[in-house]
């Protein structure tokens, strides 16, 4: 074939993989419109689009800013131009704070309604009413089925009334199980020397996370007012360690300099590996600086054989995006990190709760904002991108000196604290050619799979993974941001491989377009069989 044939077959071949990239599917159940998120605005850095696909899921709060009326606070699933595929709307009592939501297997979230919690499962529409409550946060303990609360109390020291939490752990039917008691580690000399009060109560520790970590059986505690957040044996109730101002750590910033504090009155920690974590500081009364107001998205790194933490990475946003209350930070797969700058109002301008995703050359890839409308405002807690079964990469050909093999990345639906079983399927022409099972990683890590292509035959061959969750999600049927992936067309060892599904499109769609490629190829001389 002479380079301007060749040239030509590469150009359709491009302009072919694009149009399928961008052929949608529609498998959603339903979708609906809803004024707060049409007076919402989303941007993308044109020059950095590698936002991380899928669906947000977050509950949104309206409010008048005169006499602080609550107009309505609804959980949303939506695409990220704001589209709704999921709502449901939430009770008028209580705190924003207290109904956070996330998913606990791939059709079921839990979430909090006015201190309550419950059990949603989307597909089915059924609700579970938990028989527990509590504050700021719900926890599942899958090895238990159990789940972890925050209960708020009141304690008088020398006259005053200072409120403080308790860990409750608690079964299905509601019998405690479990708890703990943070003043077991603090005492009225932590309070927060810019007198932090609610409710006419001096506010103590304000915890607003628990996470649990079943690997190592221990619970996260973030205390927001007391800058520290301590890892607790569950089994025993034995505070192994405390990191931030009150902690055992010595730490660092990013610069590598050493500082008493690193963090002022953070939300939403979470776990992301090892030895990482990610929290969203809110840099509300700073200690170093009350004047600051840079709120930012922070990961830390710990060394606990040394006792040393440090800031590996955070992007430290600007004055109007400045949060004193509320906030998450949430890592993607893609390693961009998903933020909420979630007040109703920043200084120097006019919006109410800001999402955005940041990669880690710190460049806002995706942004959605809430700008006041009116005298109304708007406000987000937290934040989780999902999607609706699991993530397969583009497939990598690795050639070995003894076997040549396929290898895929996969992942689980979403940011999971729990492993899931899943199955996969290795399809080449239609025939499944290989099954088996694999389990998703904690907290959204990848796994591969791999398939050994030497006792192909020659010619060409299309090749596909497709990969079930738990519930018999498969990867290339949910929906158009389920996988990833590419069509390409190599030789290997005299054959001709496409690799491809794994883009959430229709299969008739993809036959059709592939058996075109296929015959004009073909005719040119690209895919001809060499002979032995």
Known sequence: MNSQTKNKASSILIILIICLSLTPSSSFLQTSSFSIVQVGKSTINEESTNRFEGYNLFVVERRSSLGWTMINRTMLITDLDGNIYFERELGYSGTLADSAAEFINSTTILYGDAGHAYLWNIETDVTKYLNLTGHHDFERNYANNTYFVLKGGVIEINGSEYLYDKIHEYSQEGDLVWEFNTLDVVNESYWCPFEDMESGFRDLTHSNTVFYDETEDVIYLNMRNINTFYKIDHKTGKVLWGLGEFGNFTLYDIFGYQQEN?????????????????????????????????????????????????????????????????????????????????ATGHPETEYGARLVEVNRNQEIVWEYNFPKVGDEVFGVYKIERVRFAPIVSTPRFIEEVNASYLEWDVWYNFRSKTKFDGTYYVDIDGVAVETGQIEFPLFWQSTQVQYLVDELTAGSHNISLIVSDE????????????????????????????????????????????????????????LKRKRG
């Open 471 to 526: 519930a018999g999600h498969l990867s290339n049927e949910s929906d158009r941001y389920s996988s990833t992936g590419s069509i390409i067309i190599t030789k290997l060892i005299g054959k001709s491989l496409i690799f491809g599904l794994s883009i959430g499109i229709p299969s008739s769609v993809l036959f059709i377009a592939l058996t075109i490629l296929f015959i004009f190829l073909k005719k040119k001389g690209f």
């Open 262 to 342: 690193i963090f002022f009155h953070t939300h939403s920690l979470e776990k992301t590996g090892n030895n990482t974590f990610l929290v969203f500081d809110n840099d509300m009364h700073n200690q170093t600086n009350a004047n600051n107001l840079n709120s930012r998205l922070l990961e830390m790194t710990v060394d606990e054989d040394k006792m040393i933490a440090n800031v590996s990475w955070h992007w430290i946003s600007t004055v109007d995006y400045f949060s004193g209350w509320w906030g998450d930070c949430d890592g993607l797969p893609n390693n961009n990190v998903l933020g909420v700058f979630g």
